[in-house]
């Protein structure tokens, strides 16, 4: 079963830092593009940050300057390294990965369940 593990999630201070991390796992042949998107109550899922196969980056305006998203290929892992955080980037964050997996190998979206991320102020 081709799964998304989501840890490192958890409640911090404003200003403080988090660092989350995703591992792929299962019939996994090969992965796109990575990314971290996220969900506040209330409000719809929104992107955070992606990364390509290659490691060409791209940052939501809210984030720039503040997160870092890194993947280890070996490892099947996308990182979110989140620095300076705002109460306003209380929200569950969702890994996602654009994968050829199972089988037949098929291109697929693939969601993590979420961490949950608390920014008190």
């Known amino acids: 079963q081709v799964q998304l593990v989501e840890s490192g999630g958890g409640l911090v201070q404003a200003g403080g830092s988090l660092r989350l991390s995703c591992a792929a796992s299962?019939?996994?042949?090969?992965?796109?593009?990575m990314g971290w998107y996220r969900q506040a109550p209330g409000n719809q899922r929104e992107l955070v940050a992606t990364?390509?196969?290659?490691?060409?980056?791209n940052y939501a305006d809210s984030v720039k300057g503040r997160f870092t998203i890194s993947r280890d290929n070996a490892k099947n892992t996308v990182y979110l390294q989140m620095n300076s955080l705002k109460s306003e980037d209380t929200a569950v964050y969702y890994c996602?990965?654009?994968?050829?997996?199972?089988?037949?190998?098929?291109?697929?979206?693939?969601w993590g369940r979420g961490t949950l991320v608390t920014v008190s102020e």
């Open positions: 996602n990965a654009n994968m050829i997996a199972g089988w037949p190998p098929l291109l697929s979206e693939y």
């Open positions: 299962g019939s996994i042949f090969s992965i796109n593009a």
């Open positions: 990364i390509t196969s290659g490691g060409s980056t």
